[in-house]
């Protein structure tokens, strides 16, 4: 769908981005965001880094000594423009270019102001510059240029890479898929296979130095970072093989004892970079820097299975791992074409288990440098290896797309899926109780799921199949006066005001129950969790209620009594987030036993939603003037991301890979977004149907909890449309 009518994206932001860009080649900025540090003018009423609003009664001052850089022009080509954060041997920022249309990372390290220091570190970079202009492989970051600082100081040149390390993506969450991270290996050892072909052995590969970039389809793409020790083969002039270099974690035996490495140790520490990706660890963990050494040279490797209790991981992928972490090099694959090539088998034979076709098996020992990531959509949970039966409806090729996007590729399904929509009317539940069916729809039902609709009653298999499974409700007031919950294993709940219950929705059940609410009639927002439901209302205060035994508890108080106008909570109410008409945003934890006080993080605008992430470590939040907040809980002060809607949002969710948001907007339309970018990647108009809810379903779609002439019904993103003609 074209942005083009949108003011704030297309071809309007181009020209801001061009505006700003003649204003720095003009002048140099003197102040800074005090949210994302970013440089900025002082008529400025924006941040062009982070979109916040400029503070009363202006912008803090560079000359303040935020960071000595920012706002530096560096050898008159490039203006340092807002940190990014630490490398390993110095700062990084992102720069603006200001003789091309383009942004840069640089990184400026010090030389510590000793000649024989300096020498070393600038022959250790323009020594890497030198390997990096050998390769043309997309997978490896290039570093363009060295350009030598004032007070001892030199800045490297770098693509800017838009992502997150593969240490972040592991750690904010937990371990990969089996299907993620053999592709994740397969594109880093396609990377590094081609720099050990062109004579280079990378030396200190490591998670920190791996950017997972999220391309638009929701696939993932590898950066390997940090060359800055690399060794070239052929070139003796710089001795950096003497001595550790690299880190102790995903170091090769070898290294620790100070022996001269091959190739060979790069393959070692990147079977320790795949154990981490599948356990969420690394293969030997000690708080003795000395004794991981001591273990990476005596201790063998021990099993993936070991280290996750109660997963079984597959022979080939338990074999793989034990060979690229052989303490002998002699022991290990000789090459990483031959990693590769055991990636490929394994995943060939997974395809064939799933009822795939096989794919051709090569006879070339050496597989090309770069095949298409979509030889890995294989749908492999962490759980087991075995995958989901391809519907019949689908062709196999389909098949094979929905299995691997349905577990951490969900945006890649859900873009797909509505790209081909095909609009089917869906009719609102019945008002009279219709047997349920005990069976499993066949076609788009997944198993275990029952069904309310009776395909032979309907007279439309296709139809029936399409229907989301709920129990049939009548609501009776207002929809506009009525809310719901988030769905939570197949629940939900919605409070009706006409009769100042909560109507608890269950996939199993034919009919709704009721669950007692003290003071329905004053509850403004609701949420659901596996053992509560969680109401905010009219005098600022939080409460919960046990969904068994109806036991009501307060939580919290708005000190300023403002209505609670949004609520947010995990699946098992250990992190909850509350929105005030007041503008403040307020957090509740619980970390062990212990559960932490109720405590202010955000202000601004009057809040209209709240969601949490599926890990419950970040928080989006929309506000009345139309701006959305993506936050890390983490550092809740600072948002990581900020962006404006046509419409106040009124309800949304986030997909399981935190790629994609689904909203329901005050406008009457649904709309998709992405979230690292806030591009609009879908919308349709909603009325006449009235959106309580919004939440993304078990295999990646959108789906609206919604209301029809009075009567309840579940119906699919791309299903909307057809109730709107």
Known sequence: MSNNGSPETGQHLRALRDEWRHRLRANQPQFHCPDCSSICFGDQNSCTGCGANKPSPEWPKLADGIDPWLGEVIDDRYIIARPLGEGSSGQVYRAESLSISRQFAVKIISTDGRQKQADQVIARLQLEIEALSRLRNPHIVSIYELVELRKNFVAAVMDLIEGRTLEQLVTDGEPLTIARAATLLRQTANGIYGAHQAGMIHRDLKPENLMVERLPVGDDFVHILDFGIVRLTDEPSVNLTQGFIGTPLYASPEQAMAKPIDHRSDIYSLGAILFFMLTGRSPFVSDNVYEVLRMHVKKPAPMLSDVVDGVSFPPELEDLTQQMLAKDPADRPADLSCVIDTLDRFV???????????????????????????????????????????EPSHSTEEAQKSQFASEDHTSSATLHALGGREPVHTPPFLRSPTPVNTEPVQEGLSAGMTSVFNPRQMGDKQTAAKSIPVATYELRSEASQALASRRVEERFAILDRAVDEVMLFESESAAPSAVSAESARTITALDLCRTHLVFGHQDGTISQSRIQTGASQSLFQDIRRAPITALAVDDECRCMVAGSESGRVYLHRKTGRQSADWKRIRDGEPVSSIILNGRANTVIIARSDRR???????????????????????????????????????????????????????????????????????????????????KVALIQLQQIGAHCC
């Open 628 to 710: 959305l907040e993506v936050v890390s809980l983490s550092n809740p002060r600072v948002a990581t991301q900020r962006f404006k809607t046509d419409a106040v949002i009124e309800s949304m969710a986030i997909s399981s890979d935190d790629y994609l948001l689904a909203a329901a907007l005050a406008n009457g339309s649904v709309a998709l977004f992405e979230v690292p970018t806030g591009r609009q990647l879908f919308s349709v108009p909603s009325n006449p149907l009235d959106i309580l809810n919004i939440d993304f379903s078990d295999d990646g779609h959108p789906v609206a909890i919604s209301v029809r002439e009075g």
């Open 348 to 390: 060939r034979s997974q395809l064939s288990e799933s009822e795939a076709v096989d794919q051709p098996k090569s006879t070339n020992p050496h597989p090309p440098i770069e095949p298409p990531s979509i030889e890995f959509r294989v749908h492999t949970p962490l759980t087991g290896v075995s995958a989901a039966t391809p």
